[in-house]
Nanobody, 115 residues
Framework: QVQLVESGGGLVQPGGSLRLSCTAS???????MMWWYRQAPGKERDLVA?????????SYADSVKGRFTISRDNAKNTVYLQMNSLKPEDTAVYYC????????WGQGTQVTVSS
């Protein structure tokens, strides 16, 4: 079955960096777009970034442009989110997502930005 497993979250000080990973299984990873979303406490789940099948096209929420970079390695069935210059407002659970005939989500990884 389809599985998405996120990792790489943690506690980081403002201005710091983290790299999130999402490893996929159960489907042909290279054929589908991938997305990263995040959900802060008490808020809706928001789109952070997306990447095309071959990685040549990416898009970002305005709040993370210039600080976050989405990438993928189709040989490793993995999508990444490099997060730099982190701010306290980036604190959230981060989820990877794909969609083909249905929506699939990982379990999420917590990112906390605090001094």
């Amino acid at each position: 079955q389809v599985q998405l497993v996120e990792s790489g979250g943690g506690l980081v000080q403002p201005g710091g960096s983290l790299r999130l990973s999402c490893t996929a299984s159960g489907f042909t990873f290279s054929r589908y777009m991938m997305w990263w979303y995040r959900q802060a406490p008490g808020k809706e789940r928001d789109l952070v970034a997306s990447i095309s099948t071959a990685g040549g096209s990416t898009s970002y929420a305005d709040s993370v442009k210039g600080r976050f970079t989405i990438s993928r390695d189709n040989a490793k069935n993995t999508v990444y989110l490099q997060m730099n210059s982190l701010k306290p407002e980036d604190t959230a659970v981060y989820y990877c997502h794909t969609s083909f005939g249905g929506d699939y989500w990982g379990q999420g990884t917590q990112v906390t930005v605090s001094s």
